[in-house]
């Protein structure tokens, strides 16, 4: 069964305090790995699409790239207004997307 | 640019009563449109998707169902709503398979 697992679920930062999420999956025949920001009470906010191993992709702080079993998405010097859970979604065939739960990221100043 | 709207924003409703979402696109023609509800400490689960007018495929077997019956228009709907109904359901939307793009959600409450 294709599975998807971010990790941490929850991680705390002191502003500045560079770090990574996981995003770890099972799959058979990836399509595309997305990479989405959620607010609390609000949509998702897209930020990235990978679709190869060896596939970097950056904006502003933030930098996703991609392997053969997994993604990280890098924060660098993070500032409070980053603070949010940031989600993880592989797609395999069609066009369902199939998400992980997603790690809580807290920055504080 | 696109925009998608979702109404209304929250809902609270008794159990057994019906149930209708909308969700409309502006500024792109004939995307794929996407239910999705986030339950409280699960990811996100695709409900239906349609990659056209009339065509709705369902993911997983439920007591809700969907409509597509304009090119920008998608709605939920239920007739009779069950506690386990509850949820934040999101319409998104995409252009063949490629990223697909949020509204804001529905905050369903069933009581």
């Known amino acids: 069964e294709d599975q998807v697992t971010q990790s941490p679920e929850a991680l705390r930062l002191q502003e500045g305090e560079s770090s990574s999420l996981n995003c770890s999956y099972t799959?058979?025949?990836?399509?595309?790995l997305f990479w989405y920001r959620q607010d609390p009470g609000k949509g998702p906010e897209f930020l990235f699409t990978?679709?190869?191993a060896g596939e970097e992709k950056e904006k502003e702080r933030l930098k996703a790239t991609l392997t053969k079993k997994e993604s990280f998405l890098h924060i660098t010097a993070p500032k409070p207004e980053d603070s949010a859970t940031y989600l993880c979604?592989?797609?395999?065939?069609?066009?369902?997307?199939?998400f992980g739960k997603g790690t809580s990221l807290l920055v504080t100043p | 640019s696109q925009t998608i709207h979702q109404w209304p924003a929250t809902l609270v409703q008794p159990v057994g009563s019906p149930l209708s979402l909308e969700c409309t696109v502006e500024?792109?023609?004939?995307?794929?449109l996407y239910w999705y509800r986030q339950a409280a400490g699960r990811g996100l689960q695709l409900l239906f998707y349609s990659v056209g007018i009339g065509q709705i495929s369902s993911e997983v077997p439920q007591n809700l169902s969907a409509s597509r019956p304009q090119d920008r228009q998608f709605i939920l709907s239920s007739k009779k709503l069950l506690l386990s109904d509850s949820g934040f359901y999101l319409c998104a939307w995409s252009v063949a398979g490629d990223a697909q793009f949020f509204g804001p959600g529905t905050r369903l409450t069933v009581l």
């Open positions: 979604a592989v797609q395999v065939s069609g066009y369902a997307l199939n």
């Open positions: 990978l679709y190869s």
């Open positions: 799959v058979s025949g990836l399509r595309g």
């Open positions: 500024g792109t023609s004939n995307p794929n």
